[in-house]
């Protein structure tokens, strides 16, 4: 599916959605969360364009390879932190919306420490 379905199919999940949630509040959200898990599902196959780019990207600059798989892992999480808060603040959990990105930027955040105890490493070796 191309963006323009996917925003369509959206925007028609939507509106469904509003208009079913005022008599049936659990089926609305159901229907909200089966269209957010297909679009999840249609993204899945352009990641799998995306990961094979960088493999041969990493093959080309092996030097990088643990700096790419870090930005991979980081993206991952953005995506997956994101999914799930958006899904608890659409339902009013949004106390579980917030702890969930704060977990996923916490966790980014430790991603970045061997990075950065490289970069000490490497301005400690520059010392006068």
Do not use: H, W
């Amino acid at each position: 599916m191309d963006i323009i379905q996917v925003a369509l199919l959206g925007i028609v999940a939507v509106i469904a959605s509003m208009l079913i949630r005022s008599k049936e509040p659990v089926i609305g959200s159901v229907l909200s969360l089966g269209v957010a898990i297909f679009t999840i599902a249609c993204l899945i196959s352009r990641l799998f364009v995306i990961l094979e780019y960088l493999d041969r990207l990493m093959e080309n600059l092996s030097f990088a390879r643990p700096y790419l798989l870090l930005l991979l892992k980081a993206v991952g999480i953005t995506l997956v932190t994101e999914f799930g808060a958006s899904l608890c603040r659409e339902n009013g959990f949004l106390a579980l919306s917030d702890s969930i990105r704060v977990f996923g930027k916490v966790s980014i955040l430790m991603l970045g420490i061997p990075i950065l105890a490289a970069l000490v490493d490497i301005i400690n070796g520059f010392s006068l």
